[in-house]
């Protein structure tokens, strides 16, 4: 594998990333990273987001929004999107065991991984909607 250059504002992307739970654009990450770097282009933070998701240092969540998210844990973990306030959170729940495996008696072929998201209102947003 090709070495890759050190890069300052890759590390601070992904650093930015790393202290965040909530899954943000790449918009979203332009706006916070600007203030330490205010030259930077949001097209660097898009190439340097799509080189970390190719490295698999951070995944890149589509949720049906139209809009990739960014997840600092790469771990296998499910999402829970909601379709009020377009959150994206992580569900602290375990892992269906076999699942992969059920699929694959399915599939016709190998399956290596999965991706689950369940969509609903968040807690806050049923509060807000109750008040």
């Known amino acids: 594998m090709k070495t890759l250059k050190y890069s300052r504002q890759r590390?601070?992307?992904?650093?930015?990333?790393?202290?965040?739970?909530?899954?943000?654009?790449?918009?979203?990450?332009?706006?916070?990273?600007?203030?330490e770097y205010p030259n930077i282009s949001l097209g660097t933070v898009?190439?340097?987001?799509?080189?970390?998701?190719?490295?698999?240092?951070i995944r890149k969540l589509t949720c049906g929004d139209g809009k990739d998210h960014f997840d600092a844990d790469t771990s296998p973990h499910y999402h829970f999107v909601c379709q009020d306030c377009g959150r994206v959170l992580d569900l602290p729940m375990e892992q269906i065991g076999d699942?992969?495996?059920?699929?694959?008696t399915h599939a016709g072929g190998?399956?290596?991984?999965?991706?689950?998201?369940?969509?609903?209102?968040?807690?806050?947003?049923?509060?807000a909607q109750t008040h």
């Open 46 to 57: 898009y190439r340097n987001l799509n080189l970390l998701v190719e490295l698999g240092e």
């Open 110 to 127: 190998r399956v290596d991984s999965h991706a689950i998201y369940f969509y609903g209102s968040c807690g806050d947003c049923q509060k």
């Open 99 to 104: 699942l992969n495996q059920l699929a694959q």
């Open 11 to 35: 590390e601070s992307i992904k650093a930015c990333l790393m202290s965040r739970h909530d899954h943000p654009t790449a918009d979203v990450l332009y706006s916070t990273i600007r203030e």
